[in-house]
């Protein structure tokens, strides 16, 4: 459902973020990205989304290319962007409408979705207060509400664990997990080994823009023997 081919993007100042980066997410799949900081995830998940625009390389997700085809390629997408600040001008319901006009959600499939991950996230009673007045916490919640909105397919998440307090992180990874069992595919990245270990079918390791690993957690364990999985990833990227 995600294909990234040879995909090469340098910024402006000359900084080489993704490196001939190629990977594919199938549906059914979890898929965690892991890395360092500043290591090209952000990018790769903008490149995804068409929020900004590869050097070279081929990027197609639900089988729209994300060039051609961009307003259905990105209908396919749910996607948390890495920072949860926006729109913080707006009631909960007031961004809520935004997204579900912009998806073109009907009213009443938009009120019994929003009324579900709302209880879910314990958000119900916030909604009709400014997102200025919410928790850092709060506001990542109204991200994942109004990324899964539409009901996307894909779902493509930056780090959308930050802040999340143990019951709404277990509540998300229980949602991922639900949506993928439906045939669906889920592309995330976190800095968190243990939820990477937990949740995904796979991960793929980035560092400098390259890729460094691609496959599961356990056959990467069974390679390194009586380390632990963060020794690992410290060996892994530090080289
Ligand atoms: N708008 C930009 N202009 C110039 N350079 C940028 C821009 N955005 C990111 N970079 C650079 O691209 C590289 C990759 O950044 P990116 O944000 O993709 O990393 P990341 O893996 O998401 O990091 P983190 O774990 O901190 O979120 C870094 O060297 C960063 O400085
Ligand atoms: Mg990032």
């Known amino acids: 459902m995600i294909k990234f081919e040879n995909v090469t993007k340098t910024y402006s100042k000359g900084v080489r973020a993704v490196d001939n980066v190629s990977f594919h997410v199938k549906g059914g799949e979890i898929v965690g990205f ?3 900081n500043g290591s090209g995830k952000t990018t790769t998940m903008k490149l995804l989304t068409g929020i900004i625009k590869a050097d070279t390389g081929h990027i197609a997700v639900n089988g729209f290319d994300i060039r051609q085809d961009p307003i259905k390629a990105k209908e396919s997408i749910g996607y948390i962007a890495d920072s949860p600040d926006m729109f913080l001008r707006l009631k909960g319901t007031e961004f809520l409408n935004l ?3 912009i998806y073109h959600v009907p009213t009443e499939s938009r009120r019994e979705r929003v ?3 709302a ?4 958000l119900s009673e916030a909604l009709s207060a400014p997102m200025m007045s919410y928790s850092h916490g709060m506001r990542q919640k109204m991200m994942v509400i ?6 996307p397919p894909v779902w493509i998440l930056d780090e959308p664990m930050i802040g999340l307090d143990p019951k709404s992180a277990f509540e998300l990874k229980q949602l991922m997990r639900e949506h993928t069992q439906k045939g669906n595919a889920v ?3 976190t800095h968190m080994l243990e939820v990477a270990e937990k949740l995904c079918d796979r991960v793929i390791i980035i560092k400098k823009g390259q890729v460094l690993y691609s496959g599961t ?3 990467l364990e069974k390679q ?3 380390k632990s999985l963060e020794n690992i990833f410290l060996e892994l990227t530090e080289k």
């Open 115 to 117: 009324e579900k991950l």
């Open 217 to 219: 957690l356990e056959e």
């Open 224 to 226: 390194n023997k009586n």
């Open 187 to 189: 592309f995330f990245s």
């Open 34 to 36: 892991i890395g360092p």
């Open 119 to 122: 209880g879910l996230f314990g």
């Open 146 to 151: 109004a990324a899964l909105l539409h009901e």
């Open 99 to 101: 997204i579900g006009d």
